[in-house]
């Protein structure tokens, strides 16, 4: 396990679409999500993300409904979204896919990936690049060239994490599929933390 995948367990005490399957209601979960207020709510059941809420059983089993613009940040099964800007007045929950010393990738599923690239203090270097699933020559060829001209230069000392994508494309799957939360190098650069420095 490295280094920053332990911090995040150690910030949150295991804060440990897309459709995930959550622990049984007579355990503790290791899914939930943080609201803007600080409030914990632990997520049972399936856990789902729609274009603009997040949708899960809470420890009733009741059903229940957030809008994505009221969480401050989530973790289920390890994987970790934070609030963040898909457009200049909109946030939306965007995974964190993949980082370095230097930069953050982050993104968000609605109906194509758009992936955003982030440097370490979360300032926003190139956003909203869309990527449509799909194993066609055309839609095979397109990914690549943009994966390869707006992605791949910011993480080019990444070879595992570019093999990882370009398999991704070559396959018609989801580009992120697999992906969740990869550290590109040995680095002190902790995006949890970054992201929580940046809110206070």
């Not at 399957?21 to 399936?46: A, H, P, R, W």
């Not at 289920?76 to 909109?90: A, G, T, V």
């Not at 799957?173 to 969740?180: A, E, L, M, R, T």
Request: glycine share 4%; proline share 1%.
């Amino acid at each position: 396990m490295n280094s920053n995948r332990f911090l995040l367990q150690i910030l949150f005490l295991t804060i440990t679409l897309l459709s995930f399957k959550s622990d049984s209601f007579s355990q503790k979960s290791d899914s939930y999500v943080i609201m803007l207020d600080g409030t914990k709510i632990e997520c049972y059941g399936n856990i789902s993300l729609s274009a603009e809420y997040v949708s899960f059983e809470n420890s009733d089993g009741k059903s229940k409904s957030i809008k994505q613009k009221k969480i401050k940040l989530m973790l289920i099964y390890n994987r970790l979204f934070l609030n963040l800007n898909i457009s200049k007045n909109m946030k939306r929950m965007q995974e964190v896919y993949a980082f370095n010393s230097d930069y953050i990738m982050t993104g968000y599923w609605h109906s194509a990936t758009y992936i955003y690239i982030w440097n370490k203090d979360f300032t926003l270097i190139n956003g909203k690049i869309s990527f449509f699933p799909g194993f066609t020559k055309k839609k095979v060829k397109k990914n690549q060239l943009k994966y390869n001209e707006e992605i791949a230069k910011y993480f080019k000392d990444c070879e595992e994490l570019s093999n990882a994508f370009n398999k991704n494309i070559e396959t018609g799957k989801n580009i992120n599929d697999g992906i969740s939360y990869y550290e590109c190098e040995d680095t002190e650069l902790n995006p949890l933390k970054a992201y929580l420095d940046l809110k206070e």
